[in-house]
């Protein structure tokens, strides 16, 4: 892996990655930097676990017409490809409002139909439920196009909080079908209301201020392929692209950094192979002084991943990166990365980074007819980046849930870790989310560990997660399973089955919540299937599923990427929206829903 070095820009000057782009192809050239790919590894006495030799097949470099097959479908797995076939225009909204002797015209007629179609079936809240929060934005909605045309591509992909209670929220923007991707980062108030970045590089500042869109006009630096991720640490704000380079042509993790008001802080580049076309970034984590990025070698099934691990500088800035190469976890070599934490833990450790873990998908045969997938965790020692084998052999643990009647395609989306108790008394959690394969609709499921082994509470058998529990640490709900059980299945006789996805989760107090969609009929009859934001609660000690509510988007249809918590009862809910209004089948604008569970629970919401 090449990795950059720290680059500060002078005090008084602007933020000008161009100049540290030029700068960082002088020392390409000049096969400067460290290279952790397996050799470099050995030789710094770092083992590369692997059990079996992969086969010829299942480890050659994918062809030029391979590869961007492989990112198309990156590309259309970001747009929804779902909703794509389900959102064909607003003639067939007109259609279903006038078949339920409703006006399409009537501004009033459409938003409360819109409402009704992502509303559940089963939405009922309970007081303490996360309901919309209407002191929020515009009636707990807020709809984000950075300023640009509707027909444009505005994705919400995630947020973090800033000091001040302000939430950082970065999405990707692509103003038409034909224009480049773009980085673009707004910064919400406890209201709502957006604030302006008061310091904001003139070319990469929007509308007076109140957007970063990065590159904007300045050509000299990388576009934007994808927006992955954002954190804060210290009112630093990290962001993580994969960049999209032409000399050399390649593709490459870029590390963003900005202040609060929107000044630039740094820029560097995460590499493995510069010369490939497989250094697509996946996640990032950060904690106590350390920042990880997670990246795939390949975007198929094949060619595992790799860690870079910065050390962050009094600064703020990122030093030179430790890291490794994880072609084949424990022999898997058909193995997919989703996400990367560190091991939390009430102490830090006193020299090098903490341990962590990175959440990936093993296919579970070479064979390309396969269909079980099974979500794995590699834990992994901090202080050389090497598989901790006191957590599994290999450092790898894997736990399917293989649903009856299903494909047992389960796979790996989120990971969270965390920490409490005292000194004498400390314990660690690890949580992961899988999308799980039911018979007849696709399910959410959560796998928990205490204690770096399978939590004996959360999803235990004949205990307070009921129907949804698996044992092992495990609980699903949603979708539709063999025995019409699921929130999917209650009312199937109608035609109402719906599958439930989770895209990320955060702990928030004593719960996990969960954000995704769900997509299925609506309430008011018919066979079309939509998409809704969607939020589950559940509980961290016992599994038990206390919330599992959609939420109106403000737009024909929504779902959630993600979530972040702005205090002890209030979050946002991060994601993107159609407008069939919009004629544009890849149109999407950017939603933030903000969410409370101090409701009223007699006016709560205008129905009870």
């Given amino acids: 892996m090449s990795t950059s070095k720290r680059v500060t820009p002078r005090v008084g000057t602007r933020f000008r990655p161009e100049r540290v782009l030029a700068l960082y192809f002088c020392r390409f050239a000049a096969t400067v930097g460290l290279a952790f790919t397996a050799g470099a590894a050995q030789a710094a006495g770092m083992p590369m676990e692997k059990t079996r030799a992969p086969t010829p097949e299942n480890q050659r470099a994918p062809t030029a017409i391979e590869e961007a097959a492989l990112r198309q479908r990156m590309i259309e797995q970001e747009t929804n490809t779902r909703s794509n076939e389900a959102s064909a225009s607003a003639a067939r909204e007109r259609l279903d409002m006038q078949a339920l002797g409703l006006s399409p015209d009537d501004p009033v007629a459409l938003d409360a139909y819109r409402t009704e179609i992502q509303r559940s079936p089963d939405a009922v809240t309970a007081?303490?439920?996360?309901?919309?929060?209407?002191?929020?934005?515009?009636?707990?909605?807020?709809?984000?196009?950075?300023?640009?045309?509707?027909?444009?591509?505005?994705?919400?992909?995630?947020?973090?909080?800033?000091?001040?209670?302000?939430?950082?929220?970065?999405?990707?923007?692509?103003?038409?079908?034909?224009?480049?991707?773009?980085?673009?980062?707004?910064?919400?108030?406890?209201?709502?209301?957006?604030?302006?970045?008061?310091?904001?590089?003139?070319?990469?500042?929007?509308?007076?201020?109140?957007?970063?869109?990065?590159?904007?006009?300045?050509?000299?630096?990388?576009?934007?392929?994808?927006?992955?991720?954002?954190?804060?640490?210290?009112?630093?704000?990290?962001?993580?692209?994969?960049?999209?380079?032409?000399?050399?042509?390649?593709?490459?993790?870029?590390?963003?950094?900005?202040?609060?008001?929107?000044?630039?802080?740094?820029?560097?580049?995460?590499?493995?192979?510069?010369?490939?076309?497989?250094?697509?970034?996946?996640?990032?984590?950060?904690?106590?002084?350390?920042?990880?990025?997670?990246?795939?070698?390949?975007?198929?099934?094949?060619?595992?991943?790799w860690v870079a691990v910065f050390p962050i500088n009094a600064g703020g800035g990122l030093d030179t990166a430790g890291g490794a190469n994880f072609p084949a976890p424990n022999g898997f070599d058909r193995s997919e990365p989703a996400d990367i934490a560190f091991r939390r833990s009430l102490l830090l450790p006193l020299n090098g980074a903490p341990d962590y873990y990175v959440l990936f998908t093993k296919k579970y045969s070479a064979d390309s007819s396969d269909v079980d997938y099974d979500p794995c965790l590699l834990a992994v020692r901090g202080s050389n980046n090497t598989p901790d084998t006191t957590f599994a052999s290999g450092g790898v643990r894997c736990k399917p849930f293989d649903e009856s009647g299903s494909g047992k395609t389960d796979k790996a989306i989120a990971l969270t870790t965390n920490a409490w108790g005292g000194i004498s008394d400390s314990h660690q959690g690890v949580q992961v989310l899988v999308n799980v394969a039911r018979s007849v609709d696709s399910g959410t499921g959560i796998w928990e560990l205490l204690d770096r082994a399978d939590h004996p509470r959360f999803g235990a058998l004949g205990g307070a997660a009921g129907s949804h529990a698996r044992g092992e640490g495990r609980v699903v709900f949603g979708g539709c399973g063999p025995s019409s059980d699921g929130e999917g299945c209650f009312t199937a006789e109608l035609h109402a089955a719906a599958s439930h996805s989770g895209n990320d989760f955060l702990n928030f107090g004593n719960d996990m919540v969960v954000a995704g969609f769900r997509n299925g009929t609506s309430i008011v009859g018919g066979t079309t299937r939509y998409n809704s934001s969607l939020i589950a609660r559940v509980n961290g000690d016992s599994g038990e599923l206390t919330q599992f509510s959609t939420f109106a988007s403000g737009y024909s249809e929504g779902w959630f990427y993600s979530l972040v918590a702005r205090n002890d009862h209030e979050m946002i809910g991060i994601g993107a929206a159609i407008d069939n209004t919009v004629a544009t089948s890849t149109a999407r604008t950017q939603i933030m829903t903000g969410l409370t569970n101090l409701d009223d629970v007699i006016f709560r919401n205008g129905f009870d």
């Fill in 127 to 305: 007081a303490g439920d996360f309901v919309l929060n209407t002191s929020w934005g515009n009636g707990g909605l807020a709809g984000e196009r950075y300023a640009g045309s509707n027909s444009g591509t505005y994705l919400g992909i995630k947020a973090a909080a800033l000091s001040n209670g302000d939430v950082v929220v970065v999405g990707q923007v692509q103003f038409s079908s034909t224009a480049s991707r773009q980085l673009g980062i707004t910064k919400r108030r406890a209201d709502g209301s957006r604030a302006v970045w008061t310091g904001a590089d003139p070319q990469y500042s929007q509308y007076g201020g109140q957007y970063i869109v990065y590159p904007n006009t300045n050509t000299s630096v990388p576009p934007v392929w994808r927006v992955v991720d954002v954190k804060v640490r210290n009112d630093k704000i990290y962001v993580l692209v994969t960049g999209q380079l032409s000399s050399p042509s390649t593709y490459a993790p870029n590390i963003l950094c900005f202040n609060a008001d929107g000044s630039g802080c740094g820029y560097w580049f995460a590499y493995m192979n510069p010369s490939s076309f497989t250094n697509d970034a996946v996640a990032m984590d950060i904690y106590g002084g350390y920042l990880a990025v997670l990246g795939r070698n390949s975007l198929g099934t094949s060619g595992g991943f």
